[in-house]
């Protein structure tokens, strides 16, 4: 049965420069379907922003298509897990890391048997 026929499931993204940490923080996301992959593969390759704002602003909607949640983002000062929400994903990483989860998501998306969330 296709993944997109299970969207509760989802698979975890580590961003590279987090590898080996404890708590290790994640963000959650969903299986797309060839459409929407295509979507979001052609935003990647052929971004046609007017400004820097727009760029911004585009890569997160992007990302927001397929990222559901995140695990172990945690406010530096307060200790405290952050509320995921498009917002703070804006608030909380870089251009750069949203790039890498847009493209872990299209070209590494595996739902390993340890990694599914019901």
């Not at 296709?2 to 961003?15: A, K, S």
């Not at 997160?60 to 498009?86: H, L, Q, R, Y």
């Not at 608030?91 to 048997?113: G, H, P, W, Y």
Request: hydrophobic share 35%; with cysteine.
């Amino acid at each position: 049965m296709p993944r997109f026929c299970r969207p509760d499931q989802t698979y975890r993204i580590v961003l590279d420069e987090d590898k080996g940490l404890e708590p290790q923080p994640a963000f959650l996301c969903r299986s797309v379907a060839m459409l929407e992959h295509q979507e979001i593969a052609e935003h990647v390759n052929h971004q046609d922003t007017k400004t820097i704002a727009d760029y911004f602003e585009s890569n997160v909607k992007a990302v927001m298509k397929v990222c559901v949640g995140w695990e172990n983002i945690v406010d530096p000062v307060t200790g405290e897990e952050i509320e995921f929400s498009e917002t703070a994903m804006q608030k909380v990483c870089t251009a750069k890391e949203v790039m890498e989860v847009l493209r872990k998501a299209l070209f590494n998306d595996t739902l390993k048997s340890d990694e599914k969330k019901s």
